[in-house]
């Protein structure tokens, strides 16, 4: 399988594809002042103690309070097992551990979804290249993502050498295949030493702080994710890729002829068509081969998806035939779409009536196989008695959708639109294709007047830093007969709407 991994960066935000076999598989992006906070360690103060929910809630300075389980809490090491996780094991009760205005160091696992606050976690670990550094831990695990059982015997041993002259437990991540002696010991000490400081920090630090700050989207991504495995990563951004390479240079050296800059003059999502997948992927319908479609319907509670026969209906004589090569390939793409819109929580799929249980079955493990794929965890079940598949994947952030959008006020909330800021992020690689083209001398950028209250209020300089890029003169204005997700480019003199010719999908408003 051919993977790539693409990075568009600007001042305003950041977007990761990651492509496979020239598909969009996944996407990730990270704006300037959202504040994410999964992997961030912070020193929290116990807020409520609640015996009946086996859970605490944990004030870490934001907003909203954490949420921590008992099964959450750390326990010591000896009652782990030997792969390096504390799973499986029974918690002592929330009651007898915590207390109300204790002080306790949580991770975050998860961002604040929703009117639900983050959820934490005093099992702490620290991600780097190749290890995931446990402090409370003398274990040592190795992923299960590395298969050959001689691979994994080499590195136990090796990773169990270091751990045992030292302090805390590690687990090999998939990067470390093939790691050396040497490249071990110099993160496990790079590691151990990050620990040291948090710990200083905490303990000088007063409650509620953060004490430590995860990587960004950029950085995260590079260090988790770009191995062998990738044929290439490439960013549009000069700072970015700069950055980039120098981190493979210091860790995977073998790597870096991988590494690549796009100095096109468009737009990279553009240049590799990403950008239509990414409009397309916010479609409640999506096609498929067989002729039939599914549908994609997310709710508060859980996400919904639908098989349709559609076209393939009408093909041949062999109905269940069709139903089951339609139900086989919905179970691959409805695969697909769950990590590419990051969907998380639980899902329920009806797929198409099939009276043959082996039938049945065969869409079951189609689904797992494809699932597979997913860096998420899921989980299905069995076929139910009405033909539903129930699922969950792992839900860490909201959705792209929510991420994106806001509930719509003129159709009181049963739809969603563009926020101001992702329409002045459209109106701006608009423009730089304006430019890029080179036809435009003047043009008129019309929004609703909450868009144009934004610029106004946040992103002063846009324009004129716009207009020196494109070389050409920028004017805004506001009408209050706009949708608030719309904006109009007029070009000119006799302000001719050339709209269409620079935005990637016109009237893209999500529904």
């Known amino acids: 399988m051919r993977r790539e991994i693409l990075i568009s960066a600007s001042a305003g935000e950041s977007w990761v594809?990651?492509?496979?076999?020239?598909?969009?598989?996944?996407?990730?992006?990270?704006?300037?002042?959202?504040?994410?906070?999964?992997?961030?360690?912070?020193?929290?103060?116990?807020?409520?103690?609640?015996?009946?929910?086996?859970?605490?809630?944990?004030?870490?300075?934001?907003?909203?309070?954490?949420?921590?389980?008992?099964?959450?809490?750390?326990?010591d090491d000896h009652e782990g097992g030997g792969d390096g996780t504390r799973r499986g094991r029974s918690a002592p009760p929330v009651q007898e551990v915590?207390?109300?205005?204790?002080?306790?160091?949580?991770?975050?696992?998860?961002?604040?979804?929703?009117?639900?606050?983050p959820r934490v976690t005093t099992q702490i670990s620290l991600p780097g290249r190749f290890l995931v550094y446990i402090p409370d831990s003398s274990q040592v695990g190795v992923s299960r993502k590395i298969g050959h059982q001689s691979e994994r015997a080499r590195l136990r041993a090796m990773a169990r050498e270091v751990v045992d002259g030292g302090e805390g437990g590690v687990i090999v991540r998939t990067a470390g295949e093939e790691l050396t002696e040497e490249k071990l010991k110099r993160e496990y000490r790079r590691l151990h030493r990050s620990w040291k400081a948090i710990e200083r920090r905490a303990r000088k630090a007063e409650a509620p702080t953060l004490v430590h700050s995860e990587a960004k989207l950029i950085s995260g991504v590079i260090r988790d994710l770009f191995t062998s495995r990738f044929e290439s990563v490439t960013s549009d951004n000069r700072d970015v890729h700069s950055q980039i390479s120098q981190y493979v240079r210091a860790f995977a050296p073998e790597l870096i002829d991988r590494v690549h800059y796009f100095g096109g003059a468009g737009h990279l999502f553009d240049d590799s068509g990403i950008a239509d997948e990414v409009q397309r992927?916010?479609?409640?319908?999506?096609?498929?081969?067989?002729?039939?479609?599914?549908?994609?319907?997310?709710?508060?509670?859980?996400?919904?998806?639908?098989?349709?026969?559609?076209?393939?209906?009408?093909?041949?004589?062999?109905?269940?035939?069709?139903i089951l090569k339609t139900n086989l390939d919905a179970a691959g793409e409805i695969a697909?779409?769950?990590?590419?819109?990051?969907?998380?929580?639980?899902?329920?799929?009806?797929?198409?009536?099939?009276?043959?249980?082996?039938?049945?079955?065969?869409?079951l493990l189609e689904l797992r196989s494809h699932l597979a794929r997913d860096r998420a965890r899921t989980r299905t079940s069995q076929v139910s008695d009405l033909g539903l598949i129930e699922m969950t994947r792992q839900r860490v952030r909201p959705s792209i959708m929510h991420s994106l959008t806001e509930e719509c006020a003129f159709c009181e909330g049963s739809g969603r639109l563009w926020t101001a800021e992702t329409i002045v992020r459209e109106i701006e690689r608009s423009v730089r294709r304006a430019g890029v083209a080179g036809e435009e001398r003047r043009l008129l950028v019309c929004v609703h007047p909450r868009t144009a209250l934004h610029i106004l209020e946040k992103e002063s300089r846009l324009l004129d830093d716009l207009a020196r890029a494109a070389g050409m003169e920028l004017h805004l204005r506001d009408d209050p007969l706009m949708r608030p997700d719309q904006f109009r480019l007029l070009s000119g003199r006799a302000e001719t709407d050339v709209t269409g010719r620079y935005r990637v999908a016109e009237g893209a408003s999500a529904r």
């Open 17 to 75: 594809a990651l492509r496979e076999d020239g598909r969009l598989a996944e996407l990730m992006f990270d704006r300037a002042g959202q504040d994410r906070v999964t992997g961030d360690i912070f020193l929290g103060v116990v807020e409520a103690v609640l015996p009946g929910l086996q859970a605490v809630f944990v004030d870490i300075g934001r907003e909203k309070a954490a949420f921590l389980h008992a099964s959450d809490l750390a326990r």
């Open 98 to 117: 915590l207390s109300r205005g204790q002080e306790i160091l949580v991770k975050v696992t998860k961002e604040a979804i929703s009117t639900k606050g």
């Open 281 to 322: 992927s916010f479609q409640p319908r999506v096609d498929l081969p067989s002729g039939g479609y599914i549908v994609i319907e997310q709710t508060e509670a859980l996400v919904a998806i639908d098989v349709n026969s559609g076209r393939s209906a009408r093909r041949g004589r062999d109905p269940d035939r069709i």
């Open 336 to 363: 697909t779409q769950l990590r590419l819109r990051d969907i998380g929580g639980i899902v329920v799929i009806d797929f198409i009536d099939m009276e043959d249980a082996e039938d049945r079955q065969r869409v």
